[in-house]
């Protein structure tokens, strides 16, 4: 059973800090490229960053660029996403997917003062 248990989320203020994690399960994860979406209400789901599953080669939303870094660990079948200098727009619930296939429940992020 294909899992992608996403997890670190919470309340932060501007300016601060968060990191994300994805753990995945049930399915061969360095097999795959590996992103992270984010949603608010009302607005389509939103492509914020990806990385391959060769060579970890990764991209970004020109939103979050120098900001945001993603990162895996093949060895624990998990992806992070490091999110520095968080603003108010980056208020969003966070996917983590998987080969453009898998999807895992979200996680709030809220950046308030």
């Known amino acids: 059973q294909v899992q992608l248990v996403e997890s670190g989320g919470g309340l932060v203020q501007p300016g601060g800090s968060l990191r994300l994690s994805c753990a995945a399960s049930g399915f061969t994860f360095s097999n795959y490229g590996m992103s992270w979406y984010r949603q608010t209400p009302g607005k389509e789901r939103e492509l914020v960053a990806g990385i391959s599953r060769a060579f970890s080669i990764t991209s970004y939303a020109d939103s979050v660029k120098g900001r945001f870094t993603i990162s895996r660990d093949n060895a624990k079948s998990t992806v992070y996403l490091q999110m520095n200098s968080l603003k108010s727009e980056d208020t969003a619930v966070y996917f983590c997917?998987?080969?453009?296939?898998?999807w895992g429940q979200g996680t709030q992020v809220t950046v308030s003062a």
């Open positions: 997917n998987a080969g453009g296939r898998y």
